[in-house]
Each structure stands twice: as C-alpha cells, then as structure tokens.
C-alpha cells in the first residue's frame, strides 16, 4: 500500500438497509484509495449519514471517488467533501491565554495595575526574580524566515506560519512550554541575528526553525554564542536526534553495531550535515554524504566528513541510508539494497514511500512522518529550561537520541510521538546531563 497525502471526508447517506456500507467501500476501495475514519453521524429509520475519510493521492483521484459514488444505486448520496486539515486550521491553531481569571476589580488590581509595579519593581532590584514572576522562563520563540519551510522551498515566513504553530501546539500539548511564533520579515544573515538577540530578553529558548542552508548555519552559530539561553535550529540538532535514535534502534533490532555500519547521507543542507556530524561525533567511522550541490559537499567536508559522488553509489555500498533533499520519489526502488536501513525524511513527501522500500528489499524503513523531529523538541527544551541550561550542547543531544531509543519497542525504528512518557524522558535525561555539565550536580 502506498501512502496517499489527501486526506477529504465525504459526508454520504445511504439508505438503512445492510449492505450499503459495503457497497460505498467497495467502490472507494476500487478507485484505489484508502478509507481511514468512518463515523456514523445519524441513523435515522430510513437512513444513516456517515462521515468516510479518505486517503488520495491526487484530485483527478477524487474526482474518481465521486464519480463512483454517485453511480451507485438509487439512494446513496454523496452530501459534501470537505478538507478536514484545512478546517482544522480555521482561526490558527493556537491563543495566548489568561492563567489568572480578572472578573472583579481586585483581581484587575493584583493582575494588572497598581499591583503589578511592585512586582516590576522587584525585578528591576532582582532580575533573577522574572524567572519566578513571569512567563520569560518557561516561553521559547520559534524563529522562522521561511526560506526553507518543509520540503516545500522559500515559501515566507507567512506561509509557514501553520507549521510554527502546529511546533507551539506541540510545545504545549507535550512538554507545557509556550511556544511563540515570530515570523522575520528578513532573510539577511546579519538582520535575523540582531532580532532574534533584541526579541531574546522575553525568552528562556529560541528554536530557530525551517530557516534554509547555507545562512542557518551562521545564524545559529552566533546565536549560540552571542545569547546565554539555549538556542537550537530544529531542522539540524532535533532532526539529528530523531535520526541517531531510529539508527541505534535498527541496528539494536538487527544485532548489528551501528558504529561499525556504513552511513550514506543524501542531501547535505540543514538537517543532512547536522545528521554527519551527529554520527560522526557518536562514533560511527564511516559515514558518506552526497548533494547536488558543491557547496554543501564542501561544507561537509570541513566538518571531516566523507563525501559520494552519486546517489547511486551510496545506496549500493551503504547499510543505513539517510535522505534530507527535499525531493519526492529521488530514491528510485531499483536502488535499494536487501537488508538497507532506508530513512526518507522529506516532508511533506519522502523520497521512497516506505512501503516501497520495503518491498524492495529493505530491512526497516520510515519516512518523515515516523521519523521526525517532534520527537526532540520538546523534551529537549523542557529539560534545557528545568536545568537552566544556557545552551543545547552535543551531549544533551545524544541523551536525547538515547532516551528516545530507549523508549522504542523492540523491532519499531522510534516510539509513537504523542506517547508522554517519551518527551518525559527526553526531558529528564537532557536535564540530567545538562545539570551534570553546567551546575555540577
Ligand atoms: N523528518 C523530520 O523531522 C525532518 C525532515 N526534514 C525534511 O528534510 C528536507 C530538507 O530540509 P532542510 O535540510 O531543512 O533543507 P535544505 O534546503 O537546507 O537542504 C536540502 C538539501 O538537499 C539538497 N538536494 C536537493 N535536491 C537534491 C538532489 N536531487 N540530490 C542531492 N541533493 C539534493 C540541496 O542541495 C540541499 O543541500 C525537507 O523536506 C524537510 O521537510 C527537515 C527537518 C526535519
Ligand atoms: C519536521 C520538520 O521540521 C520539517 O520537515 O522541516
Ligand atoms: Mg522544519
């Protein structure tokens, strides 16, 4: 089965007579699409309205549906097609919200003023106090320029705003940090640093996310520097993570040693030279990447990698294959070698479905949708903050890829995201190391 990206939900009515379902599910199945959801939204005693999601992956697809559809006996009615991802992001996903309730004019007084001077007052004699009396300590800013939004290329910072705050959803939902989207109407090198310094001061963390190749590495290189509060491009650092635990988990599964395998890295942008340096730097000896880009090979070199010529060579002579262009369908599946690793990272497509990958000959395969950064973020955050750690550095890193591996079941590459105890764990391991390295404890 190949994964369809379309996702429509088709509100139809059939007559209550049994059989019917059946009837509309043979004829979506017959055009090649996947049902996922059926909910039954009334039974009445002539009739039964159900919503039936579907999984396509073009509109022409669609179209067939409908068409099917409608063909079918006397009765059966499609209603409506709706986007139910488009829907769901009516309004934006996200608010900044009151902790405190203010319905009468003394809590107005507390929250607001007079009584908030004195607590101004109070930071302006100790700033260490904002940590206890704001929100500054518990608040990252996901940064974005939006020159390399997903897959999907220099798209703006406006449009991809869906995915900063689908990142603070998530901040929130899984590790209680607020997230809060700044979209930068710059995309100079120089211009991103100084805001990003100057909008610092209301944060306890800057996630830089989806901010393109080559600029990203200066930018968060001197952010690093320059602020003292942790700063980490996702796209690098929380990808690398998530790679390097599904990698420990193959070879677990495999009973190979991951830092006896060979590595091919395809793409070498933001997260393809973060995924070399983060194996190289864990101790795997041979590590390969390639990209059509002399720059980026380059780059990878001055950061004592090997580099490929070809896409070809990689996938003949390497055991785990990592791909990061971009690109859907690069991996053709006359490539894949019996037994390969194969992570196609891409989103919002990878470049091999797994499926295919897999009926190719290889071992373990995932795409992007598996293997994803979501699985880093947030608890690296929570346990950067909770250890007042003044930066991300390489050994929280790898204490997030463990806990991540830990919490993988046997035969799995990585644990389902929206399972608590993993970002728990996250947190907890990064806090540990973090705290061992900066406070001593
Ligand atoms: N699963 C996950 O958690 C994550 C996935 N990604 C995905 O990785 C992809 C790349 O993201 P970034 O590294 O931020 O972008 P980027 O633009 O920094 O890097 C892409 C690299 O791929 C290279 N490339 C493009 N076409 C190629 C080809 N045909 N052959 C060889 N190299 C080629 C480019 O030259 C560039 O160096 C995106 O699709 C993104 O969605 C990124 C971060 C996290
Ligand atoms: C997941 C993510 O950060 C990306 O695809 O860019
Ligand atoms: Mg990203």
Same mark, same amino acid.
């Given at each position: 089965?190949?994964?369809?990206?379309?996702?429509?939900?088709?509100?139809?009515?059939?007559?209550?007579?049994?059989?019917?379902?059946?009837?509309?599910?043979?004829?979506?199945?017959?055009?090649?699409?996947? =049902?996922?959801?059926?909910?039954?939204?009334?039974?009445? +005693?002539?009739?039964?309205?159900?919503?039936?999601?579907?999984?396509?992956?073009?509109?022409?697809?669609?179209?067939?549906?409908?068409?099917?559809?409608?063909?079918?006996?006397?009765?059966?009615?499609?209603?409506?097609?709706?986007?139910?991802?488009?829907?769901?992001? /009516?309004?934006?996903?996200?608010?900044?919200?009151?902790?405190?309730?203010?319905?009468?004019?003394?809590?107005?007084?507390?929250?607001?003023?007079? %009584?908030?001077?004195?607590?101004?007052?109070?930071?302006?004699?100790?700033?260490?106090?904002?940590?206890?009396?704001?929100? =500054?300590?518990?608040?990252?800013?996901?940064?974005?320029?939006?020159?390399?939004?997903?897959?999907?290329?220099?798209? %703006?910072?406006?449009?991809?705003?869906?995915?900063?705050?689908?990142?603070? @959803?998530?901040?929130?939902?899984?590790?209680?940090?607020?997230?809060?989207?700044?979209?930068?109407?710059?995309?100079?090198?120089?211009?991103?640093?100084?805001?990003?310094?100057?909008?610092?001061?209301?944060?306890?963390?800057?996630?830089?996310?989806? =901010?393109?190749?080559?600029?990203?590495?200066?930018?968060?290189?001197?952010?690093?520097? $320059?602020?003292?509060?942790?700063?980490?491009?996702?796209?690098?650092?929380?990808?690398?993570?998530?790679?390097?635990?599904?990698?420990?988990?193959?070879?677990?599964?495999?009973?190979?040693?991951?830092?006896?395998?060979?590595?091919?890295?395809?793409?070498?942008? @933001?997260? %393809?030279?973060?995924?070399?340096?983060?194996?190289?730097?864990?101790?795997?000896?041979?590590?390969?990447?390639?990209?059509?880009?002399?720059?980026?090979?380059?780059?990878? !070199?001055?950061?004592?990698?090997?580099?490929?010529?070809?896409?070809?060579?990689?996938? $003949?002579?390497?055991?785990?294959?990592?791909?990061?262009?971009?690109?859907?369908?690069?991996?053709?599946?006359?490539?894949? !070698?019996?037994?390969?690793?194969?992570?196609?990272?891409? #989103?919002?497509? +990878? /470049?091999?479905?797994?499926?295919?990958?897999?009926?190719?000959? *290889? *071992?373990?395969?995932?795409?992007?949708?598996?293997?994803? #950064?979501?699985?880093?973020? +947030?608890?690296?955050?929570?346990?950067?903050?909770?250890?007042?750690?003044?930066?991300?550095?390489?050994?929280?890193?790898?204490?997030?890829?463990?806990?991540?591996?830990?919490?993988? !079941?046997?035969?799995?590459?990585? +644990?389902?995201?929206?399972?608590?105890?993993?970002?728990?764990?996250? *947190? /907890? $391991?990064?806090?540990?190391?973090?705290?061992?390295?900066?406070?001593?404890?």
């Amino acid at each position: 089965m190949i994964t369809k990206h379309m996702i429509r939900t088709l509100m139809i009515e059939t007559p209550t007579v049994p059989g019917n379902l059946g009837k509309v599910a043979t004829a979506i199945g017959l055009v090649g699409a996947d =049902i996922g959801e059926v909910e039954t939204v009334k039974v009445g +005693p002539t009739y039964t309205m159900r919503n039936i999601t579907v999984q396509v992956e073009t509109e022409e697809q669609l179209n067939e549906i409908i068409t099917a559809i409608e063909g079918l006996e006397k009765g059966i009615k499609l209603h409506t097609v709706s986007d139910e991802v488009l829907s769901a992001h /009516e309004g934006g996903k996200i608010a900044m919200k009151s902790k405190m309730p203010i319905k009468s004019l003394a809590e107005l007084r507390r929250v607001y003023t007079p %009584g908030v001077a004195d607590v101004c007052s109070l930071i302006e004699r100790e700033p260490d106090k904002a940590e206890i009396y704001t929100t =500054i300590n518990n608040s990252v800013a996901i940064v974005t320029d939006g020159t390399a939004i997903l897959g999907l290329g220099n798209i %703006g910072p406006v449009a991809g705003m869906p995915v900063m705050e689908g990142k603070a @959803a998530l901040f929130d939902q899984l590790a209680g940090i607020s997230g809060v989207p700044i979209l930068l109407d710059t995309t100079d090198p120089e211009e991103i640093i100084r805001t990003v310094k100057n909008i610092a001061p209301g944060f306890g963390g800057i996630l830089l996310e989806d =901010i393109g190749s080559p600029h990203c590495f200066e930018v968060e290189d001197r952010l690093k520097e $320059e602020l003292n509060i942790p700063v980490m491009h996702d796209d690098q650092h929380g990808t690398a993570v998530v790679t390097l635990a599904a990698a420990i988990s193959a070879c677990k599964s495999a009973g190979i040693d991951l830092k006896e395998a060979k590595v091919g890295q395809i793409g070498l942008g @933001a997260a %393809g030279v973060a995924i070399c340096r983060m194996f190289m730097a864990y101790g795997v000896q041979a590590v390969y990447g390639t990209d059509k880009s002399e720059m980026a090979m380059n780059r990878l !070199k001055e950061y004592g990698g090997q580099t490929s010529s070809n896409i070809e060579e990689l996938m $003949e002579t390497c055991d785990i294959i990592i791909a990061t262009t971009g690109v859907p369908g690069l991996i053709k599946k006359e490539f894949v !070698k019996e037994g390969q690793v194969i992570l196609a990272l891409s #989103n919002p497509r +990878p /470049e091999i479905e797994p499926e295919v990958a897999l009926e190719a000959g *290889a *071992a373990y395969a995932a795409d992007g949708r598996s293997v994803n #950064n979501v699985l880093g973020f +947030p608890g690296i955050f929570r346990g950067a903050l909770n250890a007042k750690s003044k930066e991300v550095n390489h050994e929280m890193l790898v204490a997030a890829a463990e806990a991540i591996a830990s919490c993988t !079941k046997h035969g799995d590459l990585v +644990p389902d995201p929206l399972q608590p105890e993993v970002h728990e764990k996250v *947190a /907890e $391991e990064v806090e540990r190391v973090a705290r061992r390295v900066y406070v001593g404890v």
